[in-house]
């Protein structure tokens, strides 16, 4: 069969996308369904992946469809291409599959010569408008099809705009349009060495060769690199017969959509201008009037309108923005698709839409990216103060919102500034455990190094606090209290600053903030996923106030409990300091003890927090060394402390370095070193629960043991939480159920969960660390090639925003069905990063795990992506 | 069927060692094919398990079958228990089914009591001997048995000789011996409360009590774990009808050997005493006579003894470890059992077996521990001068061999006084690249921190250099070039210290050194391995002369050449900082151009050592920051060098540092940040080649990317290398096979070799990188936890000295797999450290892999262990 290369709008419809691109396919269906749309058509997505495969020629079968369907048009409309008398003008377009605004190519006013133009303006008495036409023709053609700078010709014109004293192309005449015709096609022939090609076949397919060949251009590729849109063929071609809004007053132009993309409200908006080309509208020299305007103006073309854009909507089933235009009182769409919009906009329209019986909730969900729900749960800057404020530096938007406050550099002066009532940005190069009073004491935080997942990102994003990490625009001096941009930029202490999180920017002075708003809208829309998912949705929570503010988002219960961030209140670390500087078990002990109820207290707070829900609680994971200071009079003051030298106290911080911390003596190894840890650590939570059961409170703690990698440190470990819950349940009187499992976190535990589901009652998948061993990539460390490698297309994502299925994807999958074999009611989750990702949410819900755990602020998120994934896979 | 639980001798065979412990089976045997024994049974370890089981206690048919072996014994031998004219004494001597020797008990002369002993004076006309029989088994009985401690027995014997004023127990009188019996019972009374057990039936089960009860003695058990012996269910206990080689001149007792033990020589060894039992043998106060000693002496007994020792050799096929004793000039023998002996006799044995006609190359093969090899290829300590020195410390065995020098305390320290005709023992906290020509200058290595695959270790193992790591007992302080030891020893800069690689001991001053020698014999063994194996074994070399060396080892190429040693030679140091401190590309292409030319020289000489054979070399593998200092005033040095200031020196460093750089920016890594790195590696790999080949040197080099995880990180790489070797291949107008190829060191490569198996030519397995981090564990640190691990049964061994089965191999088999579905013909090999271990290698030929690659030293060890591998699994 011979292949269809080329389309008459009409013969298409919207599901042909692929082969038509967005633009020509909603041309046709427009047209099926009665929408005024000026006739046309399309080259195919495939003629374009034959022009590249054949050396950038044609088949002599496609250039006999675009013939026969050029003779078609002219037939329809009765004007014949390079007739002077009634010439056929056309635009030649682009449009891919998807949308790439701005990147390819647009020839307007096809089909006009010196002939040509003469027919032009006396079929329509409007020389003005004829030679105008012709001169934006010439330039288009010449800047788009013959590579002659833009601003070549707009120096021409300029030129006689001066010659002339005027200020507005309108206030050209005829005889200066002439003249600047002319010295276009001087230009072109001095730039190019050839005439310009007055003949309309070859501008035609000089144009069609433009566009397909801008396919390819740096932007286009760049564009579909930074937006991910990947498994195109090629862009269409669209040839449509010109409609002309700058045809006198009763032509006009103009973009509407069918509901309020800032608010959702259900009516038109938009804006248009009689007398312009589209072009007009947009460069903002004459203000156009509102949509509204043109029903006073113009009550039977605005029903028309008005009636239109209801049946397209009602259509596509969505929310459309539409080009259209006016030529001598007759109204044609050029153009229509799914409008952009903000979030608090989308949500409201889909809800709607569903109460209005146009769409239903699956098709509701589908619409909302959960991502864009982060907007919806933060604070924001308000646009138009940022509008005039001054970016000083890029980083990476670690954790979304916005925030404002005094420079501050140390955790300390972030605390004291907060006792003293005052706002404060910390910065830092990087944090570390030792700052999480004083990152909690910000209103927002800035580190000059570490990526998407270092600590400061990790915590802020817990925190729900607004952080711009891995900043390297800025250089840090901790010491002098100050930092300075790559462009000289001096921020001292004291100094307001404000930081974008959404989108890493960190702005000089003070702009304004505005709170986050959840309305109803949100709330429907919420429980509309909580009733199609089937993942559990639990949050990452350290405390009581972020349990709240989890459950308040809908979160099912703690997933990771991390306790060591407990360990660094500032009381509590010189205890623990104690601990790990004592030389035997006794001494460690002894210290322990000190810890056990203020950690008991703790788990206490979560439990009842989180009262109906399991908390799972990971034993003690970092490193020792971690707890120690590193600076010299850190050390001393410690040594002072501890009545011990500083040399010795030295000694051994020196016995506890490590080369690769992330390998290290760290997670289940420390408490089979020291059990008195995991003693313990056992008593505060089983002791925590117990007392918060006696209350009446239920509690469901289950205790999660990290960084197994064989299964006889389980066996080791359980038996010791087994025997020291066991003992305190009995000694209490009570009875209580609690559950003992293990975090999947090395390679080997995933290659070996068969082994291990023997004594695991429930596996959360710790999908950082199984990134950085699966990879060995250092997260800390990864930000120094993971970008070059996204740059060249090794990585399409960073593996530790989106679980990577085919590598670390493999071992969960191994792991899923290895524990299912030995254990099939196995609980499986999630705990990584990675649970609040909305691809990585919608991998889970494949392999079929019970619940993803994520961050506070990321928990609705996690409820959409995982309906989502649902309704993906129906 | 009834459980048999008691075998007379002769009913047991060899082959049932599991049932009836080694010495019980031989026991049987001996009997079976005429060897004269003294009569007895077994009681199997099958009864013992069930003792365990049974809360220490037997079964009645336990019971019933021992009465009634007890009977069919004095039936055979005329003797009763319990007569007092004529009693049956019996031994009763535990025996596993591997030897443990001294771990578990023994009592000889049961049957003895106040009566029994007037019996045997008068049935042996030696009242002597019989209450010195009576006395011994009193005090073995009671310390064995009742728990009487030893010394104890000691003193009263001590106090009797003291009241007697003589030295030697043979200088005891019938009179006294009376007296020490009766305080001994007196003794025993005191210390348990009760009698001592006059019944000969209630010793009897009291002694099989106790012999069953030393099984889990802690001696038993630490020697197993120790030894790692697995896989036992108890020992059986063997009694035995005693007979006595001190019942005068016509009786005596011995031990030998069919073969000399020590070099193989194919003559009776051993030696003996007349009237004497057998402890005194050992215990040293009268000197044995050499058993050649017997033929003069007994020409009678000794043509039956040698013809029996004959007999026994012909049957066990291996050489025989014997005990005899001569009772009243009948000839017994009490046990065999294979001979220990050292390495030079093991290999001289198997060769003359062989061509004796005894055994078979294969059993040939199979007889020599892998291992073992290793004390044929080092230096040795005179083991007689090593005997009088003095041991300071103990480390890690981490490159056998044996070194004396004066220590030195830092790199350069070495390289001088290698220069000045001196040994230099390089002492070191751990050692870095830098350290390298240091190393090399050194004859031996010692330092205190880092494991069995520490840089030290790795290094010194591939040099064949003598190396103790970890070695935790000295503290190293390099500042004031010392050391002192735990036990306060302390040892300055000049003074001699000599090293053990093979025992990790560290000794003071001087000690003889016995030069390594490799006989006819070992060329034959190894020629029969060779034979046999299926796996290639190459070497990791790095330069001409370690390929030499292991050319002369039977290398079959070299399996991994590391180019970044290449990179600290001095000259070449400050080249390749240049190139790093580069800020762009061109300045690091100008460096990497000078660095060119040495590097080529560098594969020149390799291709030229191994021609013939394959040559895989791998592109630069480490974080660029290990070749920047670290040292202040290295820094300040470098800066001034580089034309540049300490604080932006310090800056570079600052950025190029790492939190974990095992998992960092390194390998293929590297390589994609900074493509002229693998562009100039290509060139002079190439072009060495060339060179090479051009002069008729047959070349087959092989390009090697490493830590590749993801198949794009491949292609990326090979396009580069293809595209650079072509160009010199076509501009040298020759033609020059390569083969381009990977490293599999990540999980993710493992996990997705199916697809990088499309573009690499080769896998080899980077077992050390991939152990890393499929366990998670950073060798150079965990050794914090390894050896508690090993403690608590949590790893059986060391996953970076044997490849882990059970995940990494996983991992590898899955590659294998998964690579030869894309690629049936993929060459698959290990240049890990495993490369080397017997146990690994047995895996690696289980896989199919094509080759091992080990250090030059261990290519011996490898081609045996490759060969047992496939006999093994026949």
């Known amino acids: 069969m011979t292949e269809k290369y080329v389309y008459f709008f009409g013969e298409g419809k919207t599901e042909m996308k692929q082969l038509l691109g967005g633009k020509g396919a909603n041309l046709s269906e427009m047209i099926n369904i009665g929408v005024p749309v000026p006739p ?102 010449g800047d788009v099809v013959l590579g002659v700078r833009h601003s070549l010709f707009e120096k021409n014109l300029q030129a006689v705009k001066d010659e002339r004293g005027v200020i507005f192309d309108t206030d050209l005449s005829v005889g200066d349009l002439k003249k600047i015709v002319v010295r276009f096609k001087q230009l072109i022939k001095n730039e190019t060495g050839s005439d310009f090609p007055s003949d309309p076949k070859t501008q035609l397919w000089k144009s069609i060769d433009a566009v397909f060949g801008s396919w390819n251009n740096d932007r286009a590729i760049s564009y579909r690199r930074l937006n991910e849109i990947k498994g195109l063929i090629g862009t269409a071609v669209n040839i449509q017969v010109m409609v002309f809004g700058n045809m006198g007053e009763t032509s006009g132009t103009g973009v509407a959509f069918t509901r309020n993309p800032a608010n959702g409200e259900n009516r038109l908006y938009g804006e248009y201008l009689m007398n312009a080309q589209g072009e007009d509208v947009v460069a903002g020299i004459r203000t156009p009037l509102p949509i509204s305007e043109l029903e006073k103006e113009n009550p039977e073309i605005y029903k028309q309108f008005s009636e239109t854009m209801k049946k397209l909507e009602t259509h596509y089933k969505d929310m459309q923005d539409i080009e259209f235009t006016i030529q001598e009182g007759v ?48 604070k924001q800057l308000d646009p138009i103060a940022k509008n005039n404020s001054k970016v000083i530096a890029r980083g990476l938007p670690a954790s979304p919102g916005a925030a404002v406050g005094n420079a501050v550099f140390s955790a300390l002066e972030a605390q004291k500034s907060a006792s003293d009532g005052n706002r404060a940005i910390l910065i830092r190069k990087e944090t570390s455990p030792e700052d999480i009073e004083g990152m909690d004491a910000a209103s927002g935080i800035l580190t000059s190094t570490g990526g998407m997942t270092s600590h400061a990102a990790v915590v802020a994003r817990g925190m729900g606090k607004c952080c711009i990490a891995g900043c390297g625009d800025i250089n840090v001096d901790e010491e002098n209290k100050q930092f300075t941009t790559k462009q000289g930029v001096l921020i001292k202490e004291g100094d307001y600053i404000t930081l974008d999180g959404t989108t890493g920017e960190v702005i000089k002075g003070e702009v304004r903030v505005i709170d986050p708003e959840l309305g109803e809208d949100f709330e429907t829309l919420m429980t509309w996923a909580d009733e199609i998912r089937k993942l559990k949705v639990r949050t990452n929570a350290d405390n009581p106030k972020d349990s709240d503010i989890a459950r308040k988002f809908g979160a099912e219960g703690i997933g990771l409990c991390r306790t060591e961030h407990m360990f660094f209140d500032e009381e509590r670390i010189k205890t623990v300091r104690e601990m790990i500087l004592s030389g035997n078990k006794e001494g460690r002990e002894k210290a322990l003890q000190k810890i056990r109820p203020m950690q008991e207290g703790d788990f206490y707070g979560i439990f009842k927090a989180m009262e109906g829900y399991p908390v799972t609680i990971r034993l003690l994971d970092p490193p020792l060394h971690e707890f120690l200071p590193k600076e010299d009079n850190d050390i001393q003051e410690l040594a002072n402390e501890m009545e011990t030298t500083t040399s010795q106290l030295k000694e051994v911080i020196q016995d506890l370095h490590e080369f690769n911390p992330m390998l290290g003596h760290r997670g289940c190894r420390l408490a089979i070193t020291y059990p008195e840890i995991a003693v313990m650590q056992t008593q505060a939570i089983i002791g925590a629960a117990l007392k918060a059961q006696k209350q009446g409170i239920k509690v469901i703690p289950e205790i999660m043991i990290p960084l197994v990698g064989k299964v006889e440190e389980l066996v080791f470990l359980e038996d010791i939480i087994r025997k ?29 969960a068969d082994q291990i589901a023997e004594h695991a009652e429930f596996f959360s998948f710790g999908t950082n660390d199984l990134t950085q061993m699966t990879f060995g990539y250092s997260r800390d460390d990864a930000g120094k090639f993971i970008n070059e490698y996204k740059k060249v297309g090794i990585l399409e994502k960073d593996p530790f925003q989106t679980i990577d299925q085919t590598g670390v994807g493999k071992l969960i999958k191994m792991a899923c069905e290895l524990g299912r074999k030995k254990r099939p009611n196995i609980k499986l989750g999630i705990c990584g990063e990675h649970g609040g990702d909305p691809d990585s949410i919608e991998f889970c819900n494949m392999v079929g795990l019970s619940y993803v755990s994520c961050s506070p602020y990321r928990v609705p998120i996690a409820r959409l992506a995982a309906a989502q994934a649902v309704l993906k896979n129906k």
């Open 40 to 141: 046309g058509f399309t080259i195919t997505t495939q003629t374009c992946k034959e022009f590249y495969e054949n050396n950038k020629t044609y088949s002599d079968e496609v250039k006999k469809q675009v013939e026969e369907n050029l003779k078609k048009l002219e037939e329809k409309i009765g004007k014949k291409f390079g007739d002077a008398s009634n010439p056929l003008l056309v635009s030649v377009r682009s449009g891919a599959a998807v949308s790439m605004p701005g990147m390819m190519d647009t020839v307007l006013n096809l089909g006009l010569n010196d002939e040509t133009v003469e027919g032009l303006a006396k079929k329509t008495g409007n020389e003005r408008f004829a030679l105008d036409s012709y001169r934006r023709f010439l330039q288009m053609f």
């Open 724 to 752: 020291t819950a066991d003992e305190i349940i009995k000694e209490s009187a009570q009875s209580l159920q609690y559950k003992v499992g293990t975090m999947i976190e090395i390679p080997r535990a995933a290659l070996t």
């Open 331 to 378: 109204l044609y769409f050029l153009q229509t698709r799914n409008g952009k919009r903000t979030t608090a906009a989308a949500v409201k329209i889909v809800v709607d839409m569903v109460k209005e019986g146009l769409t239903d909730k699956e098709t509701a969900l589908m619409r909302i990216e959960p991502n864009q729900l982060d907007q919806l749960l933060h």
